[in-house]
């Protein structure tokens, strides 16, 4: 088999914000059907280098981005439609937002956009993304209350399986379990390694142990600039490439 | 000194605040007390006129006599093709202003203008409603240039009121829905419009009192000093209520004060009622909040 080309691919890719330069020279290849873990300090680009996969970061004023970044072969920010490309990718962001609508139209809201109209298949998406949310038993006989009026950590899942709900090839998770308890995670977590056969997943966690015990591959970010990307393994193993890796990792132990 | 007892800076602090709160509680009272005063009056005054009579006939006499009939018809009139001009140009240019257009100078300027358009008082207002409905574009004085007049006059509030209806509604609702592939206008229609209808009709309905209250900008461009029949269509003239006050206060002699007075008390209730309906509406919507 002729070797294959990666699912994403950023390619000296630099964001600013206004003269802050939040990401430089980026270039790093995800792979498909592998978990990536971004690690990093606050404010070395982890958040920043996911919202250029679905092009929400040119929404912030002041935000020029600069190289390219590919979804298999399409350079996404020559696309022409940004809505698709947001189809494509799942984004699920630190803060947890429940949209004023019940449950169930939340998770029915995206595929709804996109033209599904059929009861039956909706119902099946809804029941099929809370449970990989792990949301499903807390909210099945409640599915017309507001979605707004979930605990925290249930608007936390619910937008995981918003994020799901229109099926993207990508799924970029942003510290997506600082709101949920231990074990729900947990249950969380073997979702997305089972997901992982279908869909490709960068996962920015300031959990060195979940990117440990999640990811194949990890990312290491500081101050705008990527440190090391190698087998996780490498990353939090003895010998990092980079001092500064092992000095991130251990010092997050310290 | 006993534990509880107050030291002379604790109870100096004490005197403070309740000196404080009855300063700011005089102020509030002095702000309803006119609002009392002047309904009560044209109640004292104008009550006695109150009746089907007055409401549902036209003036007779030299208007020194009758009802006000068409004044009422004038008045429905005139804010009803004013606010059906108005409001949706209004509604849907704040839209744009606040859903789509983003920081740049032009917007800046736009912003500028609206301000600017909301502070002309109210005579420009009638002035260019002359120059540029009556005479330029030769709609006459009619119905139609009246109430285009109060349109222009209406609508620089109503996009600021719309403007605000909708940064009520929060920045992440927008951002989640377009995190799944929502297009801004599929973010409009099913997120942001449906949770701030309600305070887009509220700024719309206050504008209907501030219209039905007018009188300069109809004075030159439709609103007549008396007509026995009612208008037929857009291209007529009317009558108004707050026009047939000023009418009947300063250029006919001889009127019995119920008149005017009753006048006045019609035009305030119409006025009171209009605000009060935007009221409940308000309240209606913060019962239901949705998060």
């Known amino acids: 088999m002729v070797s294959e080309r990666p699912k994403v691919q950023f390619d000296k890719l630099t964001v600013r914000f206004g003269d802050h330069v939040a990401l430089r020279d980026i270039t790093l290849d995800v792979r498909h059907n592998e978990i990536l873990g971004i690690i990093g300090p606050a404010g070395s680009g982890k958040t920043s280098l996911l919202r250029t996969l679905n092009r929400t970061l040119e929404l912030t004023r002041g935000a020029r981005v600069t190289g390219t970044v590919r979804i298999d ?78 605990s925290g950590g ?40 089972e997901l992982k056969s279908t869909i490709t997943i960068l996962l920015v966690t300031n959990l060195v142990q979940q990117a440990r015990r999640l990811a194949d591959r990890s990312a290491f970010l500081l101050t705008s600039e990527l440190v090391e990307v190698g087998p996780t393994e490498q990353l939090f193993g003895r010998e990092p490439k980079d001092r500064r890796t092992f000095e991130y990792v251990h010092g997050m132990f310290g | 000194m006993g534990v509880f007892q107050s030291s002379p800076e604790a109870q100096r602090r004490h005197f403070m605040q309740s000196v404080a709160k009855s300063v700011f509680a005089c102020m509030t009272a002095l702000l309803v007390l006119p609002v009392i005063a002047i309904v009560g009056l044209l109640f004292v005054r104008g009550g ?102 109060l349109a222009i006059m209406t609508l620089p509030v109503i996009i600021a009121s719309t403007k605000e209806a909708l940064s009520a509604v929060p920045m992440s609702f927008r951002e989640a829905c377009w995190n799944v592939g929502a297009t801004r206008w599929q973010t409009i229609r099913h997120v942001v419009l449906p949770n701030s209808v309600a305070g887009i009709l509220t700024g719309v309905i206050l504008q209907v009192s501030r219209a039905a209250g007018e009188t300069a900008p109809i004075l030159f461009t439709g609103a007549a000093f008396f007509l026995p029949h009612l208008p037929q269509s857009v291209n007529d003239q009317c009558m108004a209520l707050s026009m047939h006050l000023f009418t009947l206060s300063t250029q006919v002699p001889n009127v019995p004060p119920q008149i005017t007075y009753g006048t006045a008390l019609v035009l305030l209730l119409v006025v009171l009622s209009v605000n009060t309906t935007s009221i409940i509406i308000r309240s209606r919507v913060r019962r239901r909040r949705r998060w």
């Open chain 1, 73 to 150: 072969a399409d350079d996404i920010y020559r696309l022409g439609s940004v809505s698709d490309l947001r189809r494509r990718v799942g984004m699920v962001a630190p803060l947890p937002v429940g949209l004023p609508m019940s449950i169930y139209d939340n998770v029915a809201f995206a595929p709804r956009m996109s033209g599904v109209r059929d009861k039956t298949t909706l119902d099946g998406l809804v029941e099929t993304c809370l449970t990989q949310a792990a949301l499903w038993d807390e909210v099945k006989d409640r599915l017309a209350d507001l979605g707004t009026k979930l």
């Open chain 1, 154 to 193: 249930q608007q936390q899942r619910l937008t995981i399986a918003r994020a799901l709900s229109h099926e993207p090839e990508v799924l970029c998770l942003d510290e997506f379990s600082i709101a949920i308890d231990p074990v729900t995670t947990m249950r969380i977590e073997e979702v997305l390694k």
């Open chain 2, 48 to 149: 006695s006129a109150l009746s089907f009579e007055f409401l549902f006939s036209a003036p007779l006499q030299g208007m020194t006599a009758g009802g006000i009939w068409p004044a009422i018809v004038g008045t429905v009139w005139l804010v009803g093709v004013s606010l059906a001009v108005a409001a949706p140009i209004g509604v849907l240019a704040a839209v744009y202003l606040n859903e789509y257009a983003g920081d740049s100078w032009l917007t800046r300027i736009i912003h500028l203008a609206i301000v600017n358009l909301a502070g002309v008082p109210s005579i420009v207002h009638a002035l260019f409603g002359v120059g540029a409905f009556v005479l330029f574009f030769s709609l006459g004085t009619s119905i139609l240039s009246a109430s285009l007049t």
